[in-house]
């Protein structure tokens, strides 16, 4: 797994592969635990690697994804219900056939994220894009 942080947009972006991504779904249904990433070898100008992803649940709150440059960090915390909601939508993403990703970003009215949460883009194991098809 890879996760990178935009300092000028403040967007997370992660990558990993399916087993990986399935795994991070567990850790949010579950509500808890934590899981180390690859740091960046070479990350892009104005990008910082995140080398460690936690999860926590947290009663009644929505779901809030935080970055933290400084301890190389993704927590991801809320309540177990809403957990449950971004874990189905990682499963979705780590299960497609094809390439693509997932934007996470909080709007007025989300139905699980909280204001503040950091934007967030999972990617599917196959890259970001869909393949081309004829018809």
């Known amino acids: 797994m890879e996760i990178l942080f935009s300092e000028s947009t403040g967007e997370i972006d992660l990558s990993a592969d399916r087993a ?8 949010l249904a579950r509500g808890s635990g934590s899981m180390s990433a690859d740091p960046a070898p070479n990350p ?14 947290v009663d009644g709150e929505p779901v809030v994804v935080v970055a933290d440059t400084e301890s ?3 927590s991801i915390a809320g ?9 189905d939508n990682v499963q979705a993403i780590a299960e497609i056939d094809d ?13 699980y994220l909280g204001e503040g949460s950091a934007p967030l883009v999972v990617n599917s ?7 081309a098809r004829t018809l």
């Open 20 to 27: 990986t991504l399935s795994h991070l779904a567990d850790l």
């Open 44 to 57: 892009p100008l104005g990008q910082t690697p995140l080398t460690h992803l936690s999860v926590q649940s």
């Open 72 to 74: 190389h960090s993704l």
């Open 79 to 87: 309540d177990s219900a809403f957990l449950k909601i971004f874990a």
């Open 99 to 111: 390439g693509g990703h997932l934007h996470i970003d909080f709007y007025p009215d989300h139905p």
């Open 125 to 131: 194991p196959h890259g970001e894009t869909p393949k």
